[in-house]
């Protein structure tokens, strides 16, 4: 979020504290302190800063330029809350009237680093009211609300995504429906004609056998198979040994 404002305030105190001193509105001791706090402030020592402004307050509790500017210090140091209050305490000061809407617009900004859309957002619309034309306020404005609508989106998802008990509770029901549905089928009893799975698997395997076994008739063509192939065997082996007889022949 955008604070180059903020730097211009502190350069205008300057100026500002000089025209009350010369018009004798402020003491010359606020006028040192907060320049004391301006100085650590462009030295980007905001912790130091902070300290001077806070003891600017407690001499002159009224001055709404310190206190502005306490708040701005704050929010430099990421004391988002603490600035939020110094800001709010402001609005209530009656000299703080023209600077309204930057104070809204600062609070707006604190929201905005908490990541609390919604009341950025009514902070900006309330400076926007009072400053239309600003447009830093519009473009803050429009970020706050991208960045709603983003988070949103993320809520909506992350509700509508099962989480992982309700995973596991649905992986419980399904293995107890299995286990029912296993338990009522082994439960009913068997109809008439159906027989048990072992008596049906034996009944199988004799009904194989029977297909595989042989007919008389063709057990007698195998075997004639076989005393044929035992015939021709022989014939074989027979002329071989005439023909070995016949050349060791003494002539």
Same mark, same amino acid.
């Given at each position: 979020m955008k604070l180059n404002r903020y730097h211009l /305030?502190?350069?205008a105190? /300057? /100026?500002?504290?000089? @025209?009350?001193?010369? /018009?004798?509105?402020?003491?010359?001791?606020l006028w040192r302190t907060i320049a004391k706090a301006i100085a650590e402030y462009y030295a980007?020592?905001?912790?130091?800063a902070t300290k001077t402004l806070k003891e600017a307050l407690r001499n002159e509790p009224d001055s709404s330029i310190a206190q502005y500017d306490l708040g701005v210090a704050l929010y430099k140091q990421g004391k988002y809350k603490e600035a939020i209050e110094v800001f709010k305490r402001l609005l209530e000061a009656d000299d703080a009237q023209r600077m309204k809407w930057l104070i809204h617009y600062a609070i707006g900004n604190c929201y905005a680093k908490m990541k609390r859309w919604d009341d950025a957002i009514t902070a900006y619309q309330r400076a926007l009211t009072l400053r239309p034309d600003d447009s830093d306020v519009k473009h803050n404005l429009e970020l706050a609300l991208q960045h709603r609508s983003k988070q949103k989106r993320k809520r909506m998802a992350k509700s509508n995504k099962p989480s992982a008990q309700s995973?596991?509770?649905?992986r419980e029901n399904k293995q107890h429906d299995v286990r029912e549905k296993e338990r009522k089928r082994l439960q009913q009893p068997q109809k008439a004609g159906v027989q048990q799975? #072992?008596? @049906?698997?034996? #009944? #199988?395997?004799?009904? =194989?056998r029977r297909s595989e076994s042989l007919t008389s008739e063709q057990v007698l063509a195998l075997l004639r198979m076989v #005393?044929?192939? =035992?015939?021709?065997v022989q014939r074989r082996r027979l002329r071989r040994k005439a023909y070995r007889l016949f050349w060791e022949r003494d002539w």
């Open positions: /305030l502190f350069g105190t /300057l /100026l500002i504290l000089g @025209a009350m001193i010369i /018009l004798r509105y402020a003491p010359w001791q980007n020592d905001y912790e130091s995973k596991t509770k649905q799975p #072992q008596m @049906a698997r034996r #009944q #199988q395997r004799m009904e =194989e #005393q044929d192939r =035992e015939k021709r």
